[in-house]
């Protein structure tokens, strides 16, 4: 099975910063790598597919890079709406799995 | 708009039974791969089926594998999730997902409410 490692598992940033998440993959899972958003109580969304496509309708100040074992989340300046927790997720081969995640809190 | 909205979810006894349903509109649902994915109170998420467009490929995890069945009716456009031997481990909340044409080297686009399953004597 293909692990994947979220870090840091937890940031306090303010609006206005600059936050990257990473994502390390235990094994090359090429470009399948995908991030979702999930605020308290809500439901998962998809911000960016295929390691930095941008899902429609999500704002540019997302994006997303890397391959193979190293991904990174980028949000280029931090909105009060951005305040949740990130997942990322490989969908290379089965088990198709999650990272454990990455709260982003207000300082 | 897709719409995925998860029914079943309920208090079950360790060792019971349960069976859960999604059912799906604004989309071909017929044309599309499904999943289910749970989350575990403050937990993060956890893939746990998969079944293709056509119901002839179904995958699953390890850890629900032998005891949880993934199913669809495409006539409906509804998924199932029938899940057996439940133990404790198994209280979540359960989405239904649906991928992207596929799931495999795609993603997970739209996700339903999810319905809560709590597995406790």
């Known amino acids: 099975d293909i692990q994947l490692t979220q870090s840091p598992s937890f940031l306090s940033a303010s609006v206005g910063d600059r936050v990257t998440i990473s994502c390390r993959a235990s094994q090359g899972v090429s470009s399948y790598l995908a991030w979702y958003q999930q605020k308290p109580g809500k439901v998962p969304r998809v911000l960016i597919y295929s390691a930095s496509t941008l899902q429609s309708g999500v704002p540019s100040r997302f994006s997303g890079s890397g391959s193979g074992t190293e991904f990174t989340l980028t949000i280029s300046s931090l909105q009060p709406e951005d305040f949740a927790t990130y997942y990322c997720q490989q969908l290379n081969s089965y088990p198709l799995t999650f990272g454990g995640g990455t709260k982003v809190e207000i300082k | 708009e897709v719409l995925l909205l998860e029914s079943g979810g309920d208090l079950v006894q360790p060792g019971g039974s349960l069976r859960l349903s999604c059912a799906a509109s604004g989309f071909t649902f017929s044309g599309n791969a499904m999943s289910w994915v749970r989350q575990a109170p403050g937990k993060g998420l956890e893939w746990v089926s998969s079944i293709s467009n056509n119901a002839f490929t179904t995958l699953y995890a390890d850890s629900v594998k032998g005891r949880f069945t993934i199913s669809r009716d495409n006539s409906e456009n509804t998924l199932y999730l029938q899940m057996d031997g439940l133990t404790a481990d198994d209280t979540a909340v359960y989405y239904c997902?649906?991928?992207?044409?596929?799931?495999?080297?795609?993603?997970?686009?739209?996700w339903g409410q999810g319905t809560l399953v709590t597995v406790s004597s």
């Open positions: 997902a649906k991928c992207n044409t596929y799931c495999q080297y795609r993603w997970f686009d739209s």
